[in-house]
């Protein structure tokens, strides 16, 4: 049954996409169908799905490396800052397609809703300007962020030489569970642990401990984390801890010499020497001599 209302006509291009994940495909197609002046900032998104922030944040760069979104920050009347999303159906294509598919059409009736375009939202004090191209905002308060993890998991964070150890993987597990109960700003999703456990086997790997561990992620943090995954990936990468040099280490137990006897015929005194040989006594007197 054809539709006629209430859908989004998008192109194999964006649906087929061969290097864009799953998480993006889906997150263009969910732009793409909200109206005009919706928002879709990370934590907008982060509420409505229940990916966490830093798996929608890498989306939403995946689509804008490959042109599907371009985000600008603009600064409001009011003197807000704000970013300025525009989301492309056809990267590239500025006019639209003179020669239609007859077959993608709709019934003739109400407007079907094709692909739209979302326009800028308007903030809550003060309306932004008219936009020029179609649009969607999400407004973000201007805020220096760490990096985010990489794009594939685990892609540029450190890993262990040594991946199969059961017992590491799962005590670094516990390392990144137990940060919320140190710091609720740090409450980690499942998948964020089992992407950054890797790194935190790194660090075990190279002698820190988990106190260590759990001081380094933990210092120093900022009022209101906006992404804690990001925040805990980059720390992770940028305070790796150099692999220590094997120090050499003393024999546990040396043996004594073995008893000997001394060859003395008069003597016969018994003492300890790796070689056979005269005993202390009757060397002093044969030099002696």
Same mark, same amino acid.
């Given at each position: 049954?054809?539709? #006629?209302?209430?859908?989004t006509?998008?192109? *194999? &291009?964006?649906?087929q996409?061969a290097?864009l994940?799953l998480?993006?495909?889906?997150?263009?197609l969910?732009?793409q169908?909200l109206?005009?002046g919706?928002r879709?900032?990370?934590?907008?998104l982060a509420?409505r799905? !229940?990916?966490s922030?830093?798996?929608?944040a890498?989306?939403?760069?995946e689509l804008?490396v490959?042109?599907?979104?371009?985000?600008?920050?603009?600064r409001l009347?009011?003197g807000?800052?704000i #970013?300025?999303?525009?989301s492309y *159906?056809?990267?590239?294509?500025?006019?639209?397609?003179?020669h !239609?598919?007859?077959?993608?059409?709709?019934?003739?009736g109400p407007?079907?809703?094709?692909?739209?375009?979302?326009s800028?939202?308007a &903030? $809550?004090?003060?309306?932004a !300007?008219? %936009?020029?191209t179609?649009a969607?905002?999400?407004?973000?308060?201007?805020a220096?962020? !760490?990096?985010?993890?990489?794009r594939?998991p685990g892609g540029?964070?450190?890993?262990?030489?040594? $991946?199969? *150890?059961?017992w590491?993987h799962?005590?670094a597990? #516990?390392?990144?569970?137990?940060l919320? +109960?140190?710091?609720?700003r740090?409450l980690?999703g +499942?998948q964020d642990?089992?992407?950054?456990?890797?790194?935190?086997e790194?660090?075990?790997?190279?002698g820190?401990?988990?106190g260590g561990?759990t001081a380094?992620?933990?210092?120093?943090?900022p009022?209101?984390?906006r *992404?804690?995954?990001?925040?805990?990936?980059?720390?992770?990468?940028?305070q790796?801890p150099?692999?220590?040099a094997?120090?050499?280490?003393? %024999?546990?137990?040396?043996?004594?010499?073995?008893?000997?006897?001394?060859?003395?015929? #008069?003597c016969?005194?018994?003492?300890?020497?790796r070689?056979p040989?005269?005993?202390?006594?009757?060397?002093a007197?044969?030099?002696a001599?």
């Open positions: 049954m054809r539709h #006629t209302r209430r859908f006509v998008v192109g *194999n &291009h964006l649906a996409h290097e994940s998480v993006a495909i889906g997150l263009a969910h732009i169908s109206p005009a919706a879709i900032g990370i934590k907008d509420a799905f !229940p990916e922030e830093h798996r929608i890498r989306a939403l760069r804008e490959h042109g599907y979104l371009a985000r600008t920050r603009v009347p009011g807000q800052v #970013t300025r999303t525009v *159906n056809r990267p590239g294509c500025v006019e639209s397609d003179p !239609p598919d007859p077959r993608a059409s709709p019934h003739p407007d079907p809703h094709p692909s739209p375009a979302p800028r939202a &903030h $809550p004090a003060a309306e !300007p008219p %936009a020029t179609p969607a905002v999400s407004p973000e308060a201007v220096p962020q !760490p990096p985010a993890t990489p594939t540029s964070l450190p890993r262990p030489r040594n $991946p199969d *150890n059961p590491r799962e005590a597990v #516990t390392v990144l569970t137990d919320r +109960r140190l710091d609720s740090l980690l +499942r642990i089992e992407c950054l456990a890797p790194a935190v790194a660090w075990l790997e190279r820190a401990r988990p561990i380094a992620l933990t210092a120093n943090l009022p209101q984390p *992404n804690p995954a990001g925040l805990v990936a980059y720390r992770l990468t940028a790796l150099p692999t220590l094997h120090l050499p280490r003393p %024999a546990a137990h040396v043996p004594p010499d073995p008893f000997q006897t001394c060859e003395d015929e #008069t016969g005194l018994a003492f300890r020497s070689e040989g005269l005993c202390g006594e009757c060397r007197e044969a030099g001599a």
